[in-house]
């Protein structure tokens, strides 16, 4: 569908109105008990509305989302605020209480997208070429790492990718509508099997004796931590966040430079002042995780990191053109690929190692949904296990930015 030559609204504090009702909305009905909400985000889910309805916006011209400023004001600022309170609030000790399938899971999940997307390349380069071919900001393999970075980690490491490898417009609005629907796709499956969860345990003579003292935990750990946040504590978050976001542009702002001198620097990126905001947000985020600034997510710093996700997430979503898929519905068979592979590979551990069904459904969604929907898989098996889908989620926001840098290296050595 042609775009108009200008869009009905270009005022960009109307558009964020807009995307802030549209999240409003979406959030006040998944949350209704009311039984028509209650069937329709059964069948649909929450974020998928969040990409989606703001895209209606730009395929229908009421919004020119590549015109518009609001993406670059949430990605420059939010994101890295986002990634800092997340991965400020992982506990190491707790992940490892986990036990040590929980991680296996998790890590496979994490390798099963990092040679994933190189392998549906390599795949369709044999089969159909074209499909994964392009040069320059539209090179099909640009737009795989976007989704890279959406399967380790979530939104916001998609925003990473999008950024650090410079990709095109067009390939973006095709990818990020195949990492959708082929995510939630997957997510549905995973929701399918949690509901079957202990007929597939004794099949697989899985150990769950683990899971029901993990329950106990978590719920000692919140009733023992958790407590109602002040104006104090709200602003120490923002203080935080926003604080190490200006040193990480402060620092970004004299590497990049240094670095563009340095052909070889320039192939990774080196050069680029959002690689730079990105790494050291996340670097320092982690690096407190150690200390006792930790101790923030008491009082809802995830929370605040979340509602930054949800504004990046639909701000992504007004560059996306549903119409851009019909061009190409040949990117839908490299993104099942992609999953296919991912998902077996889970499915051969968890069988090797007897990992229960909770893990391999949290380890896997930890990595393709991240903070937004791995809680969503958690508490399908028991409300007081959505924290750990947080906390391994959390850790693909730590590992995410360099893992799906990695596969977008490799994606870039073996495309055609």
């Given at each position: 569908?042609?775009?108009?030559?200008?869009?009905?609204?270009?005022?960009?504090?109307?558009?964020?109105?807009?995307?802030?009702?549209?999240?409003?909305?979406?959030?006040?009905?998944?949350?209704?008990?009311?039984?028509?909400?209650?069937?329709?985000?059964?069948?649909?889910?929450?974020?998928?509305?969040?990409?989606?309805?703001?895209?209606?916006?730009?395929?229908?011209?009421?919004?020119?989302?590549?015109?518009?400023?609001?993406?670059?004001?949430?990605?420059?600022?939010?994101?890295?605020?986002?990634?800092?309170?997340?991965?400020?609030?992982?506990?190491?000790?707790?992940?490892?209480?986990?036990?040590?399938?929980?991680?296996?899971?998790?890590?496979?999940?994490?390798?099963?997208?990092?040679?994933?997307?190189?392998?549906?390349?390599?795949?369709?380069?044999?089969?159909?070429?074209?499909?994964?071919?392009?040069?320059?900001?539209?090179?099909?393999?640009?737009?795989?790492?976007?989704?890279?970075?959406?399967?380790?980690?979530?939104?916001?490491?998609?925003?990473?990718?999008?950024?650090?490898?410079?990709?095109?417009?067009?390939?973006?609005?095709?990818?990020?509508?195949?990492?959708?629907?082929?995510?939630?796709?997957?997510?549905?499956?995973?929701?399918?099997?949690?509901?079957?969860?202990?007929?597939?345990?004794?099949?697989?003579?899985?150990?769950?004796?683990?899971?029901?003292?993990?329950?106990?935990?978590?719920?000692?750990?919140?009733?023992?931590?958790?407590?109602?946040?002040?104006?104090?504590?709200?602003?120490t978050i923002i203080?935080?966040?926003?604080?190490?976001?200006?040193?990480?542009?402060?620092?970004?702002?004299?590497?990049?430079?240094?670095?563009?001198?340095?052909?070889?620097?320039?192939?990774?990126?080196?050069?680029?002042?959002?690689?730079?905001?990105?790494?050291?947000?996340?670097?320092?985020?982690?690096?407190?995780?150690?200390?006792?600034?930790?101790?923030?997510?008491?009082?809802?710093?995830?929370?605040?990191?979340?509602?930054?996700?949800?504004?990046?997430?639909?701000?992504?979503?007004?560059?996306?053109?549903?119409?851009?898929?019909?061009?190409?519905?040949?990117?839908?068979?490299?993104?099942?690929?992609?999953?296919?592979?991912?998902?077996?590979?889970?499915?051969?551990?968890?069988?090797?190692?007897?990992?229960?069904?909770?893990?391999m459904a949290v380890?896997?969604?930890?990595?393709?949904?991240?903070?937004?929907?791995?809680?969503?898989?958690?508490?399908?098996?028991?409300?007081?296990?959505?924290p750990v889908g947080?906390?391994?989620?959390?850790?693909?926001?730590?590992?995410?930015?360099?893992?799906?840098?990695?596969?977008?290296?490799?994606?870039?050595?073996?495309?055609?």
């Amino acid at each position: 569908m042609a775009q108009p030559h200008e869009a009905l609204i270009t005022n960009d504090a109307v558009v964020m109105g807009m995307l802030a009702v549209i999240l409003g909305v979406i959030f006040k009905t998944a949350h209704s008990q009311h039984r028509f909400w209650q069937k329709f985000y059964k069948y649909v889910p929450a974020l998928l509305l969040c990409y989606f309805l703001p895209s209606l916006l730009n395929t229908f011209g009421i919004v020119d989302g590549h015109s518009s400023n609001v993406y670059y004001v949430a990605s420059r600022f939010l994101l890295p605020a986002c990634l800092i309170l997340l991965t400020i609030s992982i506990d190491l000790r707790a992940i490892i209480n986990l036990g040590p399938k929980a991680l296996i899971m998790f890590l496979t999940g994490t390798v099963g997208i990092v040679i994933g997307g190189p392998l549906a390349i390599l795949v369709m380069s044999a089969i159909y070429p074209e499909a994964v071919g392009g040069h320059g900001p539209d090179a099909v393999w640009r737009g795989m790492t976007t989704i890279a970075g959406s399967w380790i980690g979530g939104g916001a490491n998609q925003a990473s990718m999008k950024e650090m490898f410079e990709v095109g417009g067009d390939i973006f609005s095709a990818m990020v509508t195949v990492d959708v629907i082929v995510a939630n796709l997957w997510m549905a499956v995973l929701l399918l099997m949690a509901g079957n969860h202990k007929a597939i345990d004794a099949k697989t003579g899985a150990d769950t004796t683990a899971i029901e003292d993990l329950k106990k935990r978590v719920e000692a750990y919140h009733a023992e931590h958790a407590r109602m946040p002040t104006l104090n504590d709200y602003m120490t978050i923002i203080a935080i966040a926003f604080g190490i976001t200006g040193f990480a542009h402060f620092c970004g702002d004299l590497l990049a430079p240094y670095f563009d001198q340095f052909a070889w620097a320039q192939e990774y990126s080196l050069n680029s002042k959002f690689f730079w905001l990105i790494v050291i947000s996340t670097t320092i985020g982690i690096s407190l995780s150690f200390t006792r600034v930790r101790h923030i997510e008491a009082f809802g710093a995830s929370k605040v990191a979340s509602s930054f996700l949800y504004i990046l997430v639909a701000s992504i979503g007004l560059h996306m053109n549903i119409t851009a898929i019909l061009d190409s519905p040949l990117y839908f068979v490299v993104g099942a690929i992609w999953m296919l592979t991912h998902a077996s590979l889970m499915l051969i551990v968890a069988k090797l190692i007897k990992a229960p069904l909770f893990y391999m459904a949290v380890g896997s969604q930890a990595n393709v949904g991240g903070a937004a929907s791995a809680p969503v898989v958690a508490s399908a098996f028991h409300p007081s296990l959505a924290p750990v889908g947080v906390l391994l989620a959390v850790l693909g926001y730590g590992v995410g930015t360099y893992m799906a840098y990695i596969c977008g290296l490799i994606m870039q050595s073996v495309a055609p």
